[in-house]
């Protein structure tokens, strides 16, 4: 099978005028590796953005600055509200939820779950996400000092158990980040209206943050958001790694210990409510692929017939 990263590689040694990468997270070995595929006598704009937590957590290397500057034609522009992962190469792109990573592109042992598709530049949605790469600034030196300082400060001082934590922070340890939202179906609504009074305020509150932390597009229709709500919670690493033992089915107990394994400092009870709460999530955004059993709660894949074994439970 090949590999994100190699269908990739291929798509950007096709370009004869210009490549356009932009990616949250760039790693500089994959963004150097990706360079090597790029006919020399293309112009390369690269598009990131630059969180101190993240850059603390090692998912996004602030190297990527010194290689850019190095390449004649490249250019490096950051985008804070970056959240989408777009490639072309002149009339040619790729987009999808893969990250200029290693896990992300296939080429680590234990790799992500993502989904990248070719689509027509011309399309509206990619014209309107190309609009917003205008938004973007160019990468200075100065700004790469400014992240770099408060990088090391993040380390130097991390976080205590129960402090807490903004967006970054929470964007920062992306590999432990689960929902706290108890009513996804609620969402939406909280996505419309930071401020509405549909739900109860322990709901909005937690529900405006899991938004935060998924960082998604403004204005977005009730289908787009469920789009990219799927997309968002499998580039978390720790959701995506549960959805992958779905196939295999996931009891209550089961799903406790996953949650355990994402964030070991949880006691079984409190772990056992947030799966309850992960299984909710699953429920409701990926009700095609995916169901709860109504009387035992294991999670499975959605099947238009019964086993005798589901019949049972």
């Not at 792109?93 to 990250?99: D, E, I, P, R, V």
């Not at 322990?202 to 403004?218: A, E, F, I, V």
């Not at 549960?242 to 009891?251: D, E």
Request: glycine share 6%; aromatic share 8%; proline share 4%.
């Amino acid at each position: 099978m090949v590999v994100d990263g190699e269908r990739l590689k291929v798509l950007l040694s096709r370009a004869q005028r210009e490549v356009v990468l932009c990616a949250p997270f760039i790693k500089v070995a994959v963004l150097e590796t990706l360079f090597e595929s790029i006919p020399e006598d293309v112009e390369v704009r690269v598009y990131t953005r630059w969180r101190a937590a993240e850059v603390a957590a090692g998912v996004s290397d602030l190297e990527v600055f010194e290689l850019v500057n190095e390449r004649a034609g490249a250019r490096l522009f950051i985008l804070d509200a970056l959240h989408g992962k777009l490639y072309t190469a002149d009339s040619e792109c790729m987009l999808g939820s893969a990250n200029l990573t290693g896990p992300a592109l296939g080429w680590s042992r234990k790799n992500n779950i993502e989904l990248m598709v070719p689509m027509a530049i011309e399309a509206p949605e990619v014209q309107a996400f190309m609009k917003r790469l205008n938004e973007a600034v160019p990468a200075t030196y100065t700004l790469r000092k400014q992240i770099e300082d408060a990088a090391k400060e993040l380390v130097a001082h991390p976080l205590e158990e129960g402090q807490a934590m903004d967006e970054d922070d929470v964007q920062g340890r992306r590999g432990q980040w689960l929902p706290r939202c108890a009513a996804p179906e609620k969402l939406y609504a909280i996505f419309c209206d930071e401020n509405t009074n549909a739900v109860v305020k322990d709901t909005l509150r937690d529900g405006l943050q899991d938004l935060r932390d998924l960082s998604l597009p403004p204005g977005l229709s009730a289908a787009e958001f469920e789009v990219e709500i799927r997309n968002a919670l499998l580039s978390m690493p720790s959701f995506a790694q549960i959805t992958a033992r779905i196939p295999s089915r996931i009891t209550d107990g089961e799903g406790r210990n996953l949650v355990l394994q994402c964030k070991p400092h949880l006691d079984g009870s409190d772990a056992a409510y947030l799966w309850q709460i992960v299984r909710g999530w699953i429920s409701v955004f990926f009700a095609s692929q995916y169901e709860v059993a109504a009387e035992s709660y294991v999670v499975r894949l959605r099947s238009s017939r019964k086993s005798k074994v589901d019949s049972s439970e």
